[in-house]
């Protein structure tokens, strides 16, 4: 089963993306800060991560930088989630390292849809 660690310091967005991507088949490991993502990560290796932009401790762009720079982690496709929608800051996303960018408010439904795609394009 494919995994997706899922971190965000909002627990109903968290609690949501979580049921969506359980209801599409997937294992979720759901985390609410920075840290916990990075921690997480590193210990269980899931094939993708979602991870909120504004978050205490590490921020999603640090987590994604410093997934980026550990080996065992480096290939995780990762996805950054956040009400941050202005033009540097999605560039800031895509620079550390993210595959996609899905800005808030957004549909459960797409964001399900982007994570499949991303997963089908890695599998081939």
């Not at 916990?36 to 640090?62: E, F, K, N, Q």
């Not at 997934?67 to 895509?94: C, H, K, N, Y």
């Amino acid at each position: 089963m494919t995994t997706v660690l899922v971190a965000d310091d909002d627990a109903d967005i968290r609690d949501l993306v979580a049921f969506k991507l359980e209801q599409a088949g997937l294992e979720v490991l759901a985390v609410g800060d920075g840290q916990a993502a990075v921690d997480t990560a590193r210990a269980r290796l899931p094939t993708l991560a979602v991870l909120d932009v504004s978050m205490p401790g590490l921020s999603g762009i640090d987590v994604c930088r410093t997934l980026r720079a550990d080996p065992s982690t480096a290939g995780m496709l990762i996805i950054m989630l956040t009400a941050r929608v202005q033009e540097q800051d999605v560039e800031g996303g895509f620079s550390a390292g993210a595959d996609d960018y899905v800005t808030k408010p957004f549909s459960p439904r797409e964001l399900v849809s982007r994570i499949q795609a991303l997963l089908t394009r890695a599998r081939t």
